[in-house]
Each structure stands twice: as structure tokens, then as C-alpha cells.
């Protein structure tokens, strides 16, 4: 293979031939996926949020750290954006995120029933911003017992050969609700920029 070529794999999450257009609900910052971005993101981040200020340096630290693992973790495993959510609760960070991968589902045509083999279970429908698409909720236990709440949206882009998966996940059970409506508003705003 020459040098710079890249090899694209069904099923594997790639940068997709086209532009769209990710809206972040009130409160979510969206951090880029790219690491050379990420650091701008993050103090784009700190600085827009009131609750920054209201930290600790020591919470300061902590958080930054949580938010650059999140958004690493992220990128790493697909996701060409990641929005982030920070909270306090009696001074305790809690966290979101939503994260955007496509994939690439050549040689077969992305639809529902693609998209109901992705998310590895029935899925209810739902609409999104690029037509019907199906939606997951999990619960599922973490390597330290606590519980992580998960939203799954996968959304066969019509006639293509491009799924985006939508998938937004929180530790914390204070922020499951707000989670859940954040990643449905993300999907349905999710749309082709032409």
C-alpha cells in the first residue's frame, strides 16, 4: 500500500466523504475528536462554564484530567466528536458524555435492520436529524461496580453506505435523565451540511 493510503474496513468507525452539522443541547460543550484540537477545546470548555470557576484547583486538576480521558477514550475509538457535561453535586464532579462515530458499512447498504444488528439488540424507533434510526438503553455494571446509564442511537444515513452511531453514557445516576433527552436532542439535530 503507498505511503499516506488508508485501507477502509466495514464496520470500523471512519471519517465519512461528507460535512454535517452536531448541535450541542444548552450546557454540553463539544470537544473535536483530533488530539491537536483537544487542549483549545477544553479550555474553550473551562472557560464558558460557571461551574469552573466555582472549583477548587485541586477539582480543577481532577476535572481536567477526567474531561481530557473522556475526549481521548473517545477519538480513540472512533468518535469524531465528543460533548461533555460537567456537573456538582455537594462539590462531587459528575460527568457525561455524547459521543459521534460513523460507520463505514460498505459493501452493504446502512438501514434499519443494519442498524438493529449494530446495537446488538431490538431498538425502539426514533427520529433523528437524518431520518428513522433506532435507540438502546443500557445499564450495565463498570470495573469498580458503579453503573454506567447508556444511550445508543444507530441512524442509517438513506441510501448510503454510512451509520451514525450516537451513544451518550454517564456514571451518574442524577444525570441519567438529562443524558438520555440530551443524546435524543443531538440525534435529531444531526444533519448533512450540503
Do not use: K
Request: proline share 7%; net charge negative.
Amino acid at each position: 500500500m503507498p505511503h499516506g493510503s488508508a485501507v477502509r474496513r466495514p464496520g470500523v468507525p471512519a471519517r465519512p466523504p461528507f460535512a454535517f452539522t452536531l448541535t450541542a443541547p444548552p450546557g454540553w460543550q463539544v470537544l473535536r475528536g483530533e488530539a491537536r484540537t483537544l487542549r483549545d477545546d477544553l479550555v474553550t470548555f473551562a472557560a464558558r462554564s460557571p461551574l469552573w470557576a466555582r472549583l477548587s484547583d485541586r477539582q480543577r486538576r481532577g476535572a481536567a484530567t477526567l474531561l481530557t480521558g473522556l475526549a481521548q477514550i473517545s477519538a480513540a475509538n472512533g468518535a469524531l466528536a465528543t460533548l461533555l457535561h460537567l456537573d456538582s453535586d455537594d462539590g462531587e464532579l459528575q460527568a457525561a458524555a455524547i459521543t459521534l462515530a460513523w460507520l463505514r458499512t460498505a459493501p452493504l447498504r446502512a438501514d434499519l435492520d443494519l442498524a438493529r444488528l449494530v446495537l446488538g439488540e431490538d431498538g425502539d424507533p426514533v427520529g433523528t436529524g437524518l431520518g428513522p434510526a433506532l435507540v438502546a438503553r443500557t445499564n450495565m455494571a463498570t470495573f469498580d461496580d458503579t453503573q454506567a446509564q447508556t444511550t445508543q442511537i444507530a441512524a442509517p444515513l438513506p441510501d448510503s453506505i454510512w451509520l451514525a452511531l450516537i451513544s451518550g453514557t454517564t456514571t451518574t445516576p442524577a444525570l441519567a435523565d438529562q443524558t438520555d433527552t440530551a443524546t435524543l436532542t443531538v440525534a435529531s439535530a444531526l444533519t448533512l451540511t450540503r
